[in-house]
């Protein structure tokens, strides 16, 4: 079945610094979407993405699909410590379109 | 938008009892999902239910042990049947795409533990 990968599994950073997540599909996506979970919440949706090559920004955030379709990542520039949280991606496949299969996400501690 | 609420928020259950879960949805949706996310893991997904047919299950999940009712396009209910420790998650109701953007939208969970 379709699995979908992140890395890495935590990430401590300074605020003020950068932070960026990766995600790896073992199959081509017709589309990946990204989503933010705070401590205690349920996943929030940030952004869709399904072109290839596309990249979308959202103020300090940059999300990219890759050429390939199979890769994401999302940077974000100069952490606050309300991006705390963990990042998922999901992602479809054409033969599922209905259904997401979440990456196992990103946890990100910002440090003041 | 969709605005969607689980009944109840939490619950503590005894070993061997059953827990029903109630997603209740702002507008009609043809599909609904359900998913586990257990301590610091990801989310995955337990069944898809369809209004008016049987619920299609995940891997690793059978009917017989998350029982699924869909009876119209705004309401679904997950039971979780003769609990175990190992059963003590979150579950949340999943409704989409919908929208330009494609939105899967979540419920706020429901918090289970199994003693």
């Known amino acids: 079945g379709q699995q979908v990968m992140q890395i890495p599994q935590y990430q401590h950073v300074q605020e003020g610094e950068d932070f960026t997540t990766y995600c790896n599909s073992s199959?081509?996506?017709?589309?990946i979407q990204w989503y933010k979970q705070r401590p205690g919440g349920h996943p929030v949706f940030l952004i869709q993405l399904v072109k290839s090559g596309e990249v979308k920004k959202q103020k300090r955030l940059t999300f990219q699909f890759g050429e390939a379709k199979k890769n994401s990542s999302l940077h974000i520039t100069a952490t606050q410590t309300t991006d705390v949280g963990t990042y998922f991606c999901?992602?479809?496949?054409?033969?599922?379109?209905?259904?997401?299969?979440f990456g196992s996400g990103t946890q990100l501690t910002v440090l003041p | 938008s969709a605005v969607i609420s689980q009944k109840p928020s939490r619950d503590i259950c005894q070993r061997g009892t059953s827990l029903t879960i109630q997603c209740q949805v702002d507008s009609q949706v043809t599909m609904m999902f359900w998913y586990r996310q257990q301590p610091g893991q990801s989310l995955t997904l337990i069944a898809t239910?369809?209004?008016?047919?049987?619920?299609?299950?995940e891997s690793g999940f059978v009917i017989d042990k998350f029982p699924i009712s869909r009876p119209n396009l705004t309401f679904s209910t997950l039971t979780v049947s003769n609990m175990s420790p190992e059963d003590s998650s979150i579950y949340l109701c999943?409704?989409?795409?919908?929208?330009?953007?494609?939105?899967?939208?979540f419920g706020p969970g429901t918090r289970l533990t199994v003693l």
């Open positions: 199959t081509t996506l017709s589309n």
């Open positions: 999943s409704v989409g795409p919908a929208g330009g953007e494609r939105t899967q939208y």
């Open positions: 239910a369809n209004q008016g047919s049987e619920a299609t299950y």
């Open positions: 999901a992602g479809r496949t054409s033969g599922s379109a209905r259904q997401l299969t």
